[in-house]
């Protein structure tokens, strides 16, 4: 497998993180031992809430529209029928 270095530690350099290399499991380990310590989780609470009651009142109103569409009185035109 070729690995492009030079490119790895320029991704390491522009992003402020570093660049390892392990040969063998051993050093892989070693490598990723600290990996925990460097990692933050932030958690971002969303209220998606608001999108479901939206969706549910635009569902409504169409419902209430194709209602009243449908069950409209209607009044024979020139294609209504005769006799």
């Avoid at 009243?68 to 009044?75: D, G, H, P």
Wanted: negative net charge; hydrophobic residues 45%.
């Amino acid at each position: 497998m070729v690995i492009d270095e030079d490119a790895l530690k320029g991704v390491a350099e522009t992003t402020g993180g570093q660049c390892y290399r392990a040969e063998n499991a051993g050093q892989l380990e070693e490598a990723l031992g600290d990996l925990p310590s460097h990692i933050t989780v932030v958690t971002q609470h969303v209220d998606v809430a608001s999108w479901f009651a939206a969706a549910g009142g635009l569902l409504m109103a169409a419902a209430l529209a194709l209602s009243l569409w449908w069950n409209r009185v209607r009044t024979p035109g020139r294609f209504g029928r005769v006799g």
